[in-house]
């Protein structure tokens, strides 16, 4: 067995009361790539954060290539060739490849224009990386992006590589590139440790995975002799079964809400919903695929009465609905599960009054609040979608599975006509996960129509019965899910042209 680039030896990290690791100890070998799985929670964050040099450990040590280290700082880790590329990119738009790459480190070689290109392009190229060193970071695609932030890395005289959550934003393809570049780097001799929450794509692209469960190391597991079902049972301690829809077996198609024209601009008068046109039929859950940024957001908000459109209309059950009035779409029978979960909710009420905050008027009378049966709605509501937390917790104190689980309740209790979800898993663990999609396609059994938007294609095809690709503020393709394939909504996520759909 080679000698561990990295090893880690029983490292602990407590804030207060919580360990958020607890005696962690993990080997990571030369040219190897690590998978870290675990729920939300679940401590991964926390190990990687001491790893790069944000946190320091309470407890235990980090031996790096044979001798004992302590990051004091993410730029003591980057000196010591740990790399770290965000879900969340740290590149400058109006700036080329060339400058982000070098921006902090260079000084003087940024007056040298051509110094600088040659010297980046020759890194890019060593590493396999096709980048145009030129190139504005605006006009890149989020693949591309990502390939700029690994750069950066690579540049510096990174040895170890950590990504964090790489592929929540990347097409098909992309993730095909993102894992080519990643098997190129580990036969230079790169180190990498990926965290995702895709079983599938742990065992795709590493060679050992790690689960973490409630701050502790649960399992070690050399990928090719593991599988999904048996990675899933260590995270979550017990058996996990994806959700799928049930077929459609009835040919009705009652339109519940209709969308026609929804034409958006922003501040600078960049059209950012061009025209936008669709039906959703009662008993379907109807899915939206995009990479972020390509209208979603503005679609959502003209759909639950938050944003007023330039141009367009909205009907539900064919009637007009007031543009631009919240209050409206919710008398109307629209159900609204928002994008941000932190801004459904007011986090220092207490789970109560969140659970009731939208329907108010029920629970009043000549100007007072019926305190009883506002805490006998919650204590219904908290058994009937299983959140762990009493009437009176303030909601800031809960994860984010069980804030989730609030939005649910006091939407999907009303029982909508029409249920726009948007994002509605994101972040959140198997567990968490599972039980949205046991909610939305019960919504959808009851005979409500879902609007489901999400970066995360695989879970649009596993909950979709009809799917529509966005991608420039435009509805670019129509599928029935039973029928759509990965390559196709991937180059249509991605704005290729030669597509017919």
Known sequence: M?????????????????????????????????????????????LTKMLYGIYQPDEGELILA??????????????????????????????????????????????????????VRQTAEHFGLALDPTSLIRDLSVGEQQRVEILKSLYRNCQLLILDEPTAVLTPQDVDKLFETLRNLQNQGLSVIIITHKLEEAIAISQRVAVLRLGKLVGVEQTQNTNAKALAKLMVGRDSVPVTRNEQHHQEKTTVLAAKGLTVKDKRGLTTLD??????????????????????????????????????????????????NTRAFEVAGVG???????????????????????????????GHLNAKAIRQEAENLITTFQ??????????????????????????SKNPSAVIAAQPTRGLDIGATNFVHEQLLAQKERGAGVLLLSEDLDEVLRLSDRILVIYGGKIVGEFMAAEAELETLGLLMAGSKDVAA
């Open 275 to 324: 025209n936008v046109t669709l039906e959703l039929h009662a008993g379907e859950v109807l899915g939206i695929a995009g990479v972020a940024g390509n209208g979603q957001t503005e679609l959502v908000d003209i759909l639950t009465g938050m944003l007023k459109p330039e141009k367009g209309q909205v009907l539900l059950a064919g009637k007009t609905l007031d543009l631009g």
């Open 336 to 366: 609204r599960i928002p994008e941000d979960r932190l801004k459904g909710v007011i986090a220092d009420l207490s789970v109560a009054e969140n659970l009731t905050l939208e329907h108010i008027p029920q629970f009043s009378k000549t």
């Open 66 to 119: 044979g001798s004992p280290v302590r990051f004091r700082s993410p730029a003591d880790a980057i000196r010591h060739g740990i790399g770290f590329v965000s879900q969340h990119f740290s590149l400058v738009p109006s700036f080329t490849v060339a400058e982000n790459v070098v921006l902090g480190r260079e000084g003087s070689a940024l007056l040298n224009k051509k110094v600088l290109n040659d010297k």
């Open 387 to 412: 959140i762990k937390a009493k009437p009176n917790d303030k909601t800031r104190t809960l994860s984010g599975g069980n804030i989730q689980k609030i939005i649910l309740a006091r939407t999907l």
């Open 2 to 46: 080679p000698i561990p680039f990295l090893s880690i030896k029983n490292l602990s990290k407590r804030f207060g009361s919580l360990s958020a690791n607890e005696a962690i100890s993990l080997e990571l070998y030369p040219a190897e790539v690590l998978a870290l799985l675990g729920e939300n929670g679940a401590g991964k964050t926390t």
